[in-house]
């Protein structure tokens, strides 16, 4: 079955950069999409954005273009993301989501999450 | 962007009752919506797709109807495991976005 492994939680002081891992299986790493969601504590979803494993190509919500970069490493399946300039409010649990497609793709299989906490 | 509308906020229902949620995107999406279900603690999980599509192996008792703009979720007797938040998520155009969230409690 598909299954999302991410790595563990990180703490990190303003201005930092952080770089979390999300390791999959149980299905064909290059055949869908990677979304990247995450969630401040008590708020709603927020979509970051994607990579195409197969190529590496990527989409990225305007808010975070120029501070996030997503990267993937075909031979041990995972998929990273980075997020620079890290400031309090990028406290939040960060997700990665596989695509499920049917008639159109979506976020369908979410990993357990990673905590990122951004403090002085 | 594509901002979807969800509400109520938050309800609070007796079990067995029906419960209604609805989700109204800012411009025409078709059907390309998801129905998510958050429990405390836990990352979302996919109940309905594609407006109206049961996910494998959810309860028979969710249900999700609409397209174009207007949309519904409904959880036909609530259940006691019931309990979390609900997103609606439209997937029609970049950005993704996701409606703020119903919390749906037991009265």
């Known amino acids: 079955q598909v299954q999302l492994v991410q790595s563990g939680a990180e703490v990190k002081k303003p201005g930092a950069s952080v770089k979390v891992s999300c390791k999959a299986s149980g299905y064909t790493f290059t055949g869908y999409y990677i979304h990247w969601v995450r969630q401040a504590p008590g708020q709603g979803l927020e979509w970051m954005g994607r990579?195409?494993?197969?190529?590496?190509?990527?989409n990225y919500a305007q808010k975070f273009q120029g501070r996030v970069t997503m990267t993937r490493d075909t031979s041990i399946s995972t998929a990273y993301m980075e997020l620079s300039r890290l400031r309090s409010d990028d406290t939040a649990m960060y997700y990665c989501v596989r695509e499920s497609c049917t008639t159109r793709c979506s976020p369908a299989h979410w990993g357990q999450g990673n905590l990122v906490t951004v403090s002085s | 962007d594509i901002q979807m509308t969800q509400s109520p906020s938050s309800l609070s229902a007796s079990v067995g009752d029906r419960v209604t949620i609805t989700c109204q995107a800012s411009q025409d999406i078709r059907n390309y919506l998801n129905w998510y279900q958050q429990k405390s603690g836990k990352a979302p999980k996919l109940l309905i797709y594609d407006a109206s599509n049961l996910e494998t192996g959810v309860p028979s008792r969710f249900s999700g109807s609409g397209s174009g703009t207007d949309f519904t979720f409904t959880i036909s007797s609530l259940q006691p495991e019931d309990i979390a938040t609900y997103y609606c998520?439209?997937?029609?155009?970049?950005?993704?976005?996701f409606g703020g969230g119903t919390k749906v409690e037991i009265k």
């Open positions: 998520h439209q997937y029609d155009n970049l950005p993704l976005t």
């Open positions: 990579i195409n494993p197969h190529s590496g190509g990527t």
